[in-house]
């Protein structure tokens, strides 16, 4: 499969570029050889080789999720710049 200008056009306006015809045939090279090693690699067998997320072996140390002591609300917003007595004020953030 090959790629053609007027798909890196349509490509260009979808990502907000602006390319100069030379930039386009460039891109149109470029793009069609990463296709073409894609296609490359599809062609793998892969028959009995298991997917992994990561080849280093590490593993996430992670620790249990258990509920803990909550703050009472005069501490929580003790050192807030700005509250009331139960919350954060903050600026409004979303016109209506």
Not at 30 to 41: F, H, S, T, W
Request: charged share 25%.
């Amino acid at each position: 499969m090959s790629i053609s200008e007027k798909e890196v056009r349509h490509i260009a306006t979808l990502a907000n570029l602006a390319l100069s015809d030379a930039e386009i045939g460039q891109m149109t090279r470029e793009l069609g050889a990463i296709v073409g090693y894609v296609e490359q690699l599809s062609e793998v067998d892969t028959e009995g080789v298991d997917p992994i997320a990561q080849v280093t072996g590490l593993v996430n140390v992670t620790r249990v999720d258990e509920p803990g002591e909550m703050f009472a609300p005069r501490e929580a917003l003790a050192n807030a710049p700005k509250a009331d007595s139960v919350a954060f004020l903050v600026p409004k953030a979303v016109e209506r």
